[in-house]
């Protein structure tokens, strides 16, 4: 199924946003009204936040920093969830678990191929071919992280496809803001807040989502914080 050609205003103002920056903080940090009204914003804990992906413990009480995101969400976070919707609805995805071959839809000009090897210092990678992407995914990591790592990397791919510059790559830190974005942009992608929020009151139970959704129990958690569910 071809993605549409057209790109819409919303996700215009995303790439421009995103190609603004240096990869390493917020763009908009300094003028942004949520943090001016002390709203919670995720480029005030990036070390914090990258964790959600780096540590796949069931250790829950680092998280006690995520608070619930209220009524007004600051633009970044708002944009790359309507972002994830979209990719949804391309894929007529309605429930979870949200398969991985979705990925394939992220470029149309390009395929997109998923290896899994051993990897010591990253969760994943993405390399861009002549006539396709590689997804590397770290071989040693839980099914469920693999997920999270796979549309964080994808998330990349859709960035190199609109955005200029790229992203910037600067050794082995990863406590950069285009890192949190697109870990916000796979949780958004496989923990819908509707769906989300139906399982929650069906279940009530952390454990349970994170079988349903095939996540990683840390960002389940995350994502019902997100939420003021936990």
Not at 126 to 155: C, G, Q, V, Y
Not at 175 to 195: Q, S, T
């Amino acid at each position: 199924m071809p993605i549409e050609t057209k790109v819409p205003k919303w996700e215009a103002e995303l790439w421009d946003f995103i190609g603004m920056g240096n990869g390493v903080t917020c763009p908009i940090y300094d003028t942004c009204e949520v943090v001016k009204r002390g709203g919670w914003c995720g480029a005030d804990y990036l070390p914090k936040i990258v964790r959600i992906h780096d540590d796949d413990s069931t250790d829950l009480n680092g998280l006690d920093f995520v608070k619930p995101e209220g009524r007004v969400v600051a633009k970044p976070y708002r944009l790359v969830e309507k972002l994830s919707k979209k990719y949804l609805e391309i894929g007529r995805v309605q429930s979870p678990p949200v398969p991985g071959a979705l990925v394939a839809l992220f470029d149309d000009t390009r395929a997109v191929e998923i290896r899994e090897v051993p990897l010591k210092a990253y969760h994943g990678g993405i390399w861009r071919l002549k006539d396709r992407w590689i997804i590397h995914i770290n071989s040693n990591d839980t099914p469920e992280m693999k997920r999270l790592t796979l549309f964080h990397e994808a998330f990349h791919i859709l960035a190199h496809c609109n955005s200029t510059p790229v992203f910037m790559k600067r050794g082995f830190d990863r406590a950069r803001f285009n890192e949190a974005i697109a870990d916000f942009f796979a949780c958004y992608i496989l923990m819908p807040r509707e769906w989300v929020i139906e399982k929650w009151a069906e279940f009530k139970d952390v454990d349970k989502l994170a079988e349903i959704f095939r996540v990683p129990k840390r960002a389940m958690f995350f994502k019902l914080r997100r939420l003021g569910l936990a």
